[in-house]
């Protein structure tokens, strides 16, 4: 049986996302990163700069949607 302390660590480590990105969740924002030859591209999304992101990706689903109508 799971425990809640299993589940909690398992969402904190990094998962691999694709196209060569990691996500991981320090517990206040998502730090991305890309690995490169000669280091690590790093991006830590904020929570109000989470919100804005998940909006605008919103805003382009809608778009496509209504062009492919």
């Known amino acids: 049986m799971t425990t ?6 398992e969402a ?5 996302l694709g ?5 991981r969740f320090d517990g206040y ?7 490169r030859e000669h280091g690590d591209d790093f991006v830590a999304l904020e929570p109000p700069v989470l919100k804005k992101f998940e909006a605008h990706v919103k805003r382009i689903h809608v778009l496509q949607a209504n ?3």
Not at 12 to 16: F, Q
Request: proline content about 4%; hydrophobic content about 40%.
């Open 19 to 23: 196209d060569g990105l990691y996500c």
């Open 29 to 35: 924002q998502f730090v991305l990163r890309a690995p």
């Open 4 to 9: 809640r302390e299993d589940n909690e660590a």
């Open 12 to 16: 904190l480590r990094e998962v691999y």
């Open 67 to 69: 062009s492919a109508a």
